[in-house]
């Protein structure tokens, strides 16, 4: 049985087009369809491109987004609408509820850019973690896949791939390496956990 997907984004989703062309011509093909993105933000290109893949999109209101308990309770009410089996994080910035948690528990996956449990945490996002590796010397960081518990970063880990830090890496260069790393194991992670499911 096809798994179905549902992915939430914030952002430019280049991590949920990965998926989704995963579902349509890598290795989810036949395994997985993403039948649902829903945006935080409703000028993510993200939702442009989900529907050009005829994929039902739903953008958060202004009006809901101020208010974390209702924009849970909005999102689970769209996820329980329809039959979903895996929530994929691409990006999202908002919390998600104990809830939502509980509902789906262990299948709500996350991709961060790092070593996890290194440079995870409140605040550590986007640029601020390939800095903060830099800064720190690191030689190696790498992409995360984890599940979603009530922490930040804190659930277990599904999937990592390494990526060697350069002496002449800026912050940019190595959030370019580490994006490209995440694009290829986001999907194998899915692969994984749905192997688990069955
Ligand atoms: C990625 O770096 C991911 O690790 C983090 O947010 C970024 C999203 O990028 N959680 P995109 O929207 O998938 O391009």
Redesign the pocket.
Known sequence: MIKHIAIL?S??????RAIINATKRGILKKIAKVILVISSNPTAY?IKYAECENISTICVRNSELKNENFLNCMILRELQNIKVDIIC???YTRIISRNLIDTYHNRIL????SLLPKFGGKGM??IRVHKAVIESRETKSG?TVHFVDEGYDTGSIIMQQEVKVLKTDTPNDLANR??NV?HEIYPKAIKKIIENLK
Do not use: K, Q, R, T
């Open positions: 984004v952002g430019n989703g280049s991590n949920m993200a994080l691409a990006g996350n991709i961060h850019p996002y986007g992409a580490v994006l995440e």
